[in-house]
């Protein structure tokens, strides 16, 4: 009796263990003991995870590592063309400079790729820049150099005529403080053309310091030039702000007492004139 009892026991739970793996799609439940006999024996058994959810977590984890596999090989495949294509690119490249001999200077600018700069039109577009900027500053600051000393000339014959009149003791008297008020316009505009000649020297000497490039455009001459440039901008910051569209200002001012100063000229060798004339 005890023996048939034990033997269909164990057939119940067989087949239990059968029906679950059918549900679990051929995967065990995850379980996990909820009762013990005195003798520490598992006598009631709880599921904790049913065996069709363990068996899509190992699906997707083995998807997953496929996938991973197949981006890896993807990846390190992409990594060996492009590795392969810049060699052949390279050697291409050294293939076609092979015959032309290399300076042994090559100021920077060597490039093993044909022997192009890519940077070598920019570098000639900046220096052309500059020195058409030098070219537009010198024609301003030549007119107002040419204005004073057109100024400095009438004002020495000014100087000139009113001591000849001061001498003759003409009417209306020259004083003192006449002679020394042209002395001192003088000094002033000897003093401005040097100031203004100055200028047109340092201007003419950025415009040959840009024809003077080299072919190849050095790096080290380019960034003296627009050191140089850079430099002389910010000397003479003001005078350039005003060249056209700017207002000129300094210009129409030079300009003007051009005018005035030959005005003044006339009158004093007409009063020298007249002076002589009449013999006083």
Known sequence: MAHDEM?????????????????????LSVKQCIEKDANG??????????????????????????????????WTAALVNATINRLIKEGLGLMRTSTVSQPSNYGGNYNPYGGYDPALSLKRQERDRIKNDYQTFIVYFNAILANKKASLSSEQQILTALNELKTRSCQPLISDSDITNAQNEVTRLTNEVSNYQTIVNENQAGITEANNISADFRDREMALLTQHYN????????????????????????????????????????RLNLCIQIGR
């Open 7 to 27: 033997l269909a026991k164990g057939l119940r739970k067989k087949e239990a263990a059968q029906n679950e793996a059918l549900a679990g799609q051929g995967f």
């Open 231 to 270: 430099d002389f901008l910010t000397k003479y910051q003001s005078l350039i702000s005003e060249i056209a569209p700017g207002p000129e200002t300094t210009k129409k001012a030079s300009e003007e007492e051009s005018r005035n100063k030959q005005d003044e000229l006339s009158s004093a060798q007409s």
């Open 41 to 74: 024996k598992c006598i009631k058994e709880e599921i904790v995870t049913p065996g069709d959810v363990v068996g899509a977590a190992a699906a997707k984890a083995v998807t997953s590592d496929i996938n991973w596999a197949a981006n890896v090989h993807s």
